[in-house]
């Protein structure tokens, strides 16, 4: 079944683990991670990286990327876009709580927040406007 702009929208604001996509180098295939993110229908998606990891030098670098979501139950269903940087710049505490939350139960938040803090430092944030849109739901597993 073909999605409609709706649908796949929605789809996109569900709380599944993308698929980052973004070309590292010419003579290699495109580096592909698994990575939380954040989208609203109708706005930019954002994701939050550390400053110099692999996939924020590549995304810098190209200035663009992919990012796709699926899911395998009731039906097997993905939504994939891909766009153009709009924008990059620290985390906010705002932006950690609002990803984290998205991803887990609010009793594993604040311990997850402190972990970050104190194991993983500081974050960057990097939007994409979704330009190219693929999406399908299969049908029943």
């Known amino acids: 079944m073909v999605l409609t702009a709706e649908m796949r929208e929605q789809f996109l604001a569900e709380p599944h683990v993308g ?5 590292e180098r010419p003579d290699r295939a495109p580096l592909v991670v698994p990575i ?9 998606l954002w994701i939050r990286a550390t400053p110099g990891a692999r996939k924020a030098r590549a995304i810098e670098a190209v200035g663009r990327f992919t990012l796709m979501a699926q ?9 994939s876009v891909e766009g153009p ?7 906010t505490d705002d932006r950690t709580r609002e990803m984290v939350s998205r991803y887990l139960p609010p009793e594993k938040v604040a311990p997850f927040l402190d972990f970050e803090r104190t194991h993983i430092g500081e ?15 299969l049908g029943p597993v």
């Open 19 to 23: 698929a980052l996509s973004v070309v």
């Open 36 to 44: 939380w993110y954040q989208y609203t229908p109708g706005g930019d």
């Open 71 to 79: 899911r395998i139950s009731p039906t097997v269903r993905y939504v």
């Open 85 to 91: 940087v709009t924008g990059t710049g620290p985390s």
């Open 123 to 137: 974050h960057i944030v990097i939007s994409m406007r979704p330009q190219h849109w693929l999406s399908s739901d």
